[in-house]
């Protein structure tokens, strides 16, 4: 059962895996406990820094958008992703369009090759 | 009479039975109707169990409705099998297992999520109808039987999307997966008609005996491989899935994942049983490798820029079907050839095949997850969603599980079969695996981001009131990630004892055939 | 050549079903055109079973006609039929929702979800 798989190249194991991982996970906890615990909770010592501004109350000013989240790589491919947000145009006749273009180009296809 | 003869026609009956008797029961009251859904969806998860017990103890097992005995496939002399049989192989057990567990978590989750709603009786009615046409579609041997449950998976399903008749969103999903639906299916029963036409039989595995290229052959292959592709969403015809499956309700977008599954099935069952050995020319396999490149590719782009979570699922959908599209093509590529087979080949059909069955579970999962945060918090678009892993603590450790699991992270049931389908498409050409690897990278960074937004964070005051799901949604949930942790953790036994069996009776096409037309009488 | 009409009927009307999809924007017009797709596969499997010279194919009180026309391709398109009757009456009370909803039948208007 504790097996391992054998691909035709290499094997995987997944109890050895599990093991490192415990033995990893033991030394980051042992690292972990290192720390001091004589901080005071609740008072200044326990606030988050937040470049010495402010930090608001409600947690909505303070997180990052989920459409900002990756705005560096879509800026990147900004290209790529207008062509591809193009094509995704939402109007069903252009859906079957694409399912009847790519059914007749593999029917054309496939009768010469 | 031996109950393990007719589990093939058991387990269509019992959800069909089960879809009848739906509005009748609700009569008796909310506790009745959800008690009706949740014992059947329980007996066809057992019925598929003790049916995959018996086929792989057995051999292929094949049932003929309406015939005198329940094998008599050639009657009294005739040389074509006449009605409609039901052939199940490891191949198709396997797909119904799976498709059994899917739809008994979605109807437990379906228990509480659609507490809100009125015309519920309706919703179990053809939630069950949903799950007979998808069991139906991976156990029939007749294609023509196959196109009938492909409409009735379809029909249900137009129904179950649309099932929030106010929400506007949901009835353009559901009026865009209805028109590419009937265009696709049309072009299937032509298929169908074109290959009844020049061999006269309807059986697969007759047709698959006698089978010769030409051009009508030909043409009949496309479309059928084109519609099925369509079905399960792969890339220039999956446009219709992110919007369906984030419009839908939640148990049935569950059940929904297993649907698109059973059209896979269906696209390797004509690829690998009926066409086989007669294929010929490698134009299909490539095609079907080309599709499974541009799915991978283009759904995980589009997935990385979403807002909104259900959506941001369905275009990942897309993704990993490009996967399984992948490992099955590279599989049929090799088909013929007995050194490359050994060598590559059987892996990809085996990283295939595993793949289908972690897709399943942890798609599932994933989608159950979104329904939760959905039903705690009201909210889909992850730019108003924060901080919920203080509240919703369960719901947060599976979907770590399930985001992991996708992502392809070792130790989880995603990463064996992801390594099984990089090794043996690396074999056929590099750029397969650097195209599957980068899509593996994209899928994490676009769960890391759903994870960050949804549920790490500060609390926001507007949610400062939401509670964990309710104790049925978290059942459901809990069966999956049973599977998953399952298939996670003993892997060479899932491989040895539910794909292997699976991915063997795939490529035995030989077997397929010799259960019909040499059996009965 | 003459004994082919019917498919040539077959595929004049599928073009035609198919170009209707595209070329009109009406979305009840989308929906007669697919209905019109499903009629040319329907007339498509009838032709398939004819054999020349066949009579129908009811065995009893024959009479003398000893050749028969197919009966599989008939029941084959009856069954067609019905689906594609169930699938037109959904689509056009979709398409009777959207007019609620949305206001307009214009299939390049109804595009919420895009992207």
């Known amino acids: 059962m504790w097996g391992k798989v054998y691909t035709g190249f290499g094997y995987w194991d997944a109890s050895a895996w599990i093991l490192f991982f415990f033995i990893a996970a033991f030394f980051t906890l042992w690292l972990r406990s290192q720390g001091r615990s004589d901080y005071k909770k609740g008072t200044e010592q326990d606030e988050i820094y937040w470049s010495g501004n402010e930090v608001p109350e409600d947690g909505e000013d303070i997180t990052v958008p989920a459409s900002s989240a990756y705005w560096g790589f879509r800026k990147a491919l900004e290209p790529f992703y207008r062509g591809l947000l193009g094509i995704h145009t939402g109007i069903a006749t252009d859906i079957v369009g694409y399912y009847v273009m790519t059914v007749a180009f593999l029917a054309v296809f496939i009768l010469l090759v | 009479m031996n109950w393990n003869d007719h589990l093939p026609a058991l387990i269509l009956i019992i959800p069909l039975f089960g879809a009848f008797i739906a509005p009748i029961c609700s009569l008796g009251g909310k506790t009745a109707r959800n008690f009706l859904l949740v014992v059947i969806s329980f007996i066809t998860l057992i019925v598929a169990f003790m049916l995959w017990r018996h086929v792989l103890a057995n051999g292929i097992s094949y049932y003929v409705m309406g015939g005198d005995k329940f094998n008599l496939s050639l009657p009294s002399g005739m040389a074509l099998p006449v009605r409609i049989i039901l052939e199940v192989d490891a191949f198709s057990a396997f797909m119904a297992l799976c498709g059994a567990i899917v739809s008994f978590a979605g109807a437990l989750f379906s228990v509480n999520y659609m507490n809100r709603f009125s015309g519920m009786g309706r919703f179990v009615s053809l939630y069950c109808l949903l799950t007979t046409g998808m069991l139906g579609m991976m156990v029939t041997g007749d294609i023509f039987n196959f196109f009938i449950f492909i409409e009735i998976s379809s029909i249900a399903s137009f129904g179950l999307i649309a099932f929030w008749r106010d929400k506007p969103t949901a009835i353009e999903a559901s009026f865009k997966y209805a028109l590419i639906s009937q265009v696709g299916s049309m072009l299937i029963l032509i298929a169908a008609g074109t290959l009844y036409g020049k061999y006269n039989m309807l059986n697969m595995a007759a047709i698959g005996s006698v089978l010769k290229m030409g051009t009508m052959e030909k043409l009949a292959l496309v479309f059928l491989v084109g519609s099925l592709a369509m079905k399960c969403g792969s890339f220039p015809m999956h446009m219709w899935l992110p919007d369906a499956y984030a419009e839908a309700p939640t148990g049935v977008t569950c059940l929904l994942v297993a649907v698109s599954q059973a059209s896979l099935y269906g696209l390797m069952r004509v690829c690998y049983s009926i066409y086989g050995a007669a294929m010929g020319s490698s134009f299909i396999p490539w095609m079907i490798i080309v599709f499974g490149l541009a799915s991978m590719f283009f759904g995980v782009s589009m997935a990385v820029v979403q807002h909104d979570i259900k959506r941001l699922m369905g275009y990942h959908s897309v993704s990993q079907v490009g996967y399984m599209l992948l490992g099955l093509g590279v599989g049929l590529l090799v088909l013929d050839d007995a050194r490359a087979m050994a060598d590559y080949g059987f892996t990809a059909i085996k990283g295939g095949v595993f793949h289908i069955f972690n897709y399943t579970m942890y798609k599932a999962l994933l989608f159950l997850t979104a329904g939760a945060i959905y039903y705690a918090t009201g909210k889909r678009d992850l730019n108003e969603m924060g901080g919920l892993a203080r509240r919703m603590p369960y719901t947060t450790f599976m979907f770590v599980i399930a985001a992991a699991a996708i992502s392809g992270l070792p130790p989880f049931n995603g990463f064996v079969s992801k390594l099984l389908i990089y090794e043996s498409s690396f074999a056929v050409h590099p750029f397969l695996a650097v195209v599957a690897l980068v899509t593996s990278v994209l899928t994490l960074a676009s769960f890391v981001k759903v994870f960050q937004t949804a549920f790490l964070g500060p609390e926001k005051n507007s949610l400062a009131k939401i509670q964990e799901v309710p104790a049925a949604m978290l059942i459901g949930m809990a069966v999956l990630t049973a599977a998953i942790l399952g298939a996670s953790l003993f892997p060479s036994w899932t491989l040895s004892t539910l794909v292997e069996p699976a991915a063997r009776a795939l490529v035995d096409q030989s077997g397929y055939i010799g259960a019909i037309l040499g059996g009965g009488m | ?115």
Do not use: C
Request: hydrophobic fraction near 55%.
């Open chain 3, 1 to 115: 050549m003459i004994g082919n009409a019917p498919f040539f009927a077959v595929g004049v009307l599928f073009l035609m079903g198919l170009l209707g999809i595209f070329m009109t924007k009406n979305l009840i017009k989308i929906a007669i055109a697919v209905t019109i797709l499903g009629s040319s596969v329907n007339i498509f499997l009838v032709a398939l079973g004819y054999r020349t010279g066949g009579t129908i194919p009811v065995h009893f009180l024959a009479g003398e006609g000893t050749t028969m026309v197919m009966p599989t391709p008939q029941a084959m398109t009856l069954t067609a039929i019905v689906i594609a009757l169930a699938t037109t009456a959904l689509l056009l009370s979709l398409i009777m929702l959207v007019w609620r909803h949305y206001g307009t039948i214009d299939v390049d208007e109804i595009r919420r979800l895009r992207g």
